[in-house]
Nanobody, 117 residues
Framework: QLQASGGGLVQTGDSLRLSCTAS????????FGWFRQAPGKERENVGG????????YYSDSVKGRFTISRDRAKDTIYLQIGSLQPTDTAVYYC????????????WGQGTQVTVSS
């Protein structure tokens, strides 16, 4: 299962690190992705990391402020968010894309990030 954690109430300009631990399901993983969904908005893929390659990608909306990393020994990926803005307020989710699959199909429970102005 996937479990995201590390969210909370923070102030504008703060930094935050989210974690996502994948227990027993990291076999045949192509990418881990981070997503967010703000109230009344569609879910947004903010970025991802290749589980074997470590290659990362980011959406243009977060590039330069978000950093994704992984610790294979801990079956965990991280999302470091810098210079948080109220527009970053959302539920953040992690997900898995299996090798040979074109979509993210395994989802974890989200963690709420609320940025106060």
């Amino acid at each position: 299962q996937l479990q995201a954690s590390g969210g909370g109430l923070v102030q504008t300009g703060d930094s935050l690190r989210l974690s996502c631990t994948a227990s027993g399901i990291t076999f045949n993983v192509n990418y881990f992705g981070w997503f967010r969904q703000a109230p009344g908005k569609e879910r947004e893929n903010v970025g991802g990391i290749g589980w074997s390659s470590g290659r990362t990608y980011y959406s243009d909306s977060v590039k330069g402020r978000f950093t994704i990393s992984r610790d294979r020994a801990k079956d965990t990926i991280y999302l470091q968010i810098g210079s948080l803005q109220p527009t970053d307020t959302a539920v953040y989710y992690c997900a898995i894309q299996r090798s040979g699959r074109g979509t993210y199909e395994i989802w974890g429970q989200g963690t709420q990030v609320t940025v106060s102005s």
